[in-house]
């Protein structure tokens, strides 16, 4: 009987194990180290890219973080926490321990963390003792390396680390005080990598000149790597103390040691770029400068976008209005897309309406160029006629077929356009025997003026390009900003435009072959190239137009 009561008793006590209600481990979010490289965006991975646009909160560590965030989400950045790991609330400088602290106390709080660090999170960085921060606080973890600014600042100076005769490479970190380095274990490395150089390079020099090393060998100290601002000086161990005072270059520094560095006159691929560190300014509205500030970046310019022009609303919208309801009921041959914004502005009053590409069935479709044709392509559509020629009102008439009233059933044409767009078209048009219907679909008018500070270049000289994309940016640019100052080079997309940069009292540099912003960006680097080499071949020290600048504005001849 003792037996089944204690068997009872146990059975009871294990019954009431089972049944307690098992306390839920608290939610965690997680951490991903994310390496953003030396300072070239271009160089992010594919893995930090999808991390950065998924996280819910960022930690940044550099100013530059801030414009990387900017550029890579947009809009959706107003979404994302994003926190300061560079500096307390207070204005004060993190400590590691502090930043390990934010770290952890982010990811507890369930979120989705990223950890933006500079370079490589495990090489010369805090990645390590904030991860292991993590793992003490049971908090998961990932590590997303980064280009190392060790291999990726001398690559972008054309100096290779290894060779097949020299393959011995030592890594110095210069940074911190008191750091005390035997020179004598490097006097024979082949290749020596000396980061956070800028301060420390006379002592470096000295050091290794007296533990052996020739004062002829070759060094490189480039500043500020993989950006548009870098800089290579290439000396000798005797020298490169001078040539770098001389040259005042800005932290952060790296300096290469050997004789690879020798290479660099026929591997220099970055900085010999035909825009290479150029200040061009884009007058265009936002929406329409991606495509051409992105080519000229692939050139090496650092293109700046000014708004000059502001896409509104038709003051009266019933003209489009009565011109969709033609379209819809079968009224129109052919509609004309004479830019991106006349395919925008057709778009939403077809939204409006609840309407989509459906209505356009039986409808012919043009495009002034291939630049329209792809936008009316995002609908589904495909233009029926292009230019073959020259991508303007012009080129598409002279592709444009005559109003045959056997072929053609219907002969009116709907040309939805700009308040200011010239009648070049409309007359062709009429002469060719068709009808059209030309509907304002937009205004543009001209911009609020830009800062003080960006005005102040473009009439000082500061800017060494303008890339004018249409006859009313440079209208707009001059009545808003004034005239671009006579050093600066001025490029035109097409001859209407470069007319109108005469008239107002502006030379023309560079004319597009054709008028299309890949071209426009093309024929402005090829006058780079061509300007670099004169140069070259003149004994001259390459310098920026900004740099050459000329005592009078420049004026059409």
């Not at 991390?51 to 950045?77: F, Q, S």
């Not at 009316?376 to 077929?401: C, F, K, N």
């Not at 435009?497 to 960006?521: I, M, N, Q």
Request: glycine share 8%; hydrophobic share 40%; net charge neutral.
């Amino acid at each position: 009987m003792a037996k089944t009561a204690a068997a009872k008793s146990s059975s009871a006590s294990a019954s009431a194990s089972v049944e307690r209600p098992v306390r839920a481990a608290r939610a965690t979010g997680s951490v991903a180290f994310v390496g953003t490289g030396p300072g070239d965006p271009g160089l992010l991975t594919l893995r930090a890219l999808e991390l950065i646009e998924n996280a819910e909160v960022v930690i940044t560590e550099v100013p530059e973080h801030a414009d990387l965030l900017r550029n890579l989400l947009g809009e959706r950045l107003d979404k994302v926490m994003v926190v300061d790991g560079g500096y307390g609330e207070g204005g004060q400088p993190l400590t590691h321990a502090s930043r390990a602290k934010l770290v952890v106390k982010h990811a507890k709080a369930a979120r989705n963390v990223v950890r933006l660090i500079s370079g490589d999170p495990w090489m010369y960085a805090t990645g390590a003792d904030e991860a292991a921060a993590c793992a003490k606080a049971a908090v998961t973890f990932e590590i997303v390396p980064g280009v190392s600014s060790v291999t990726a600042v001398p690559a972008y100076a054309g100096v290779p680390l290894t060779t097949r005769t020299s393959c011995e490479v030592s890594v110095l970190n210069l940074a911190g005080k008191g750091v005390r380095i035997d020179w004598a274990k490097y006097s024979d490395c082949q290749t020596l990598v000396l980061l956070a150089a800028v301060d420390c390079i006379a002592d470096a020099a000295r050091g290794l000149q007296s533990a052996g090393r020739s004062g002829d060998t070759l060094v490189s100290v480039t500043s500020i790597g993989t950006t548009t601002d870098q800089t290579t000086v290439v000396s000798t161990l005797s020298r490169v103390a001078v040539d770098v005072k001389k040259s005042r270059l800005s932290a952060p520094v790296i300096a290469v040691v050997g004789d690879v560095v020798e290479m660099r006159e026929v591997l220099s691929w970055y900085e010999t770029k035909p825009l290479f560190g150029w200040r061009i300014l884009v007058p265009r509205t936002k929406e329409q400068a991606g495509a051409l500030s992105s080519s000229l970046r692939a050139y090496g310019g650092v293109p700046e976008e000014v708004p000059t022009i502001s896409v509104e609303p038709p003051r009266n919208p019933l003209q489009m209005d009565k011109a969709v309801r033609g379209l819809v009921e079968g009224r129109y041959e052919w509609i004309v897309f004479t830019s991106v914004n006349a395919v925008k502005a057709v778009r939403e009053k077809f939204d409006d309406y609840g309407l989509d590409a459906r209505a356009f069935s039986g409808l012919k479709v043009a495009a002034v160029g291939d630049k329209t044709a792809e936008s009316v392509a995002t609908w589904g559509i495909r233009a029926d006629l292009v230019p073959s020629g020259e991508q303007s009102a012009r080129g598409l008439l002279e592709d444009w077929p005559p109003y045959d009233d056997l072929l053609d059933p219907i002969n009116r044409i709907f040309l939805p356009r700009a308040d200011i767009a010239t009648e070049t078209l409309v007359a062709g048009l009429h002469e060719l025997g068709w009808e059209v219907d030309d509907v304002t679909a937009y205004r543009t008018v001209r911009a609020a003026p830009p800062p003080a500070p960006t005005r102040d270049a473009i009439k000082s000289g500061k800017f060494d390009a303008v890339v004018f994309t249409s006859s009313s940016t440079v209208r707009n640019l001059v009545g808003i900003a004034g005239k671009p100052h006579a050093s600066t080079v001025i490029a035109a997309i097409g001859p209407a435009t470069a007319k109108t940069c005469e008239e107002h009292g502006l030379r023309v540099d560079v004319l597009a072959s054709e008028p299309s912003a890949e071209h426009l960006a093309e024929a402005l680097a090829d006058f780079g190239a061509a300007r670099r080499l004169e140069m070259i071949d003149a004994g001259e020290p390459v310098a920026k137009p900004s740099e050459r600048r000329t005592p009078t504005r420049r004026r059409a001849t």
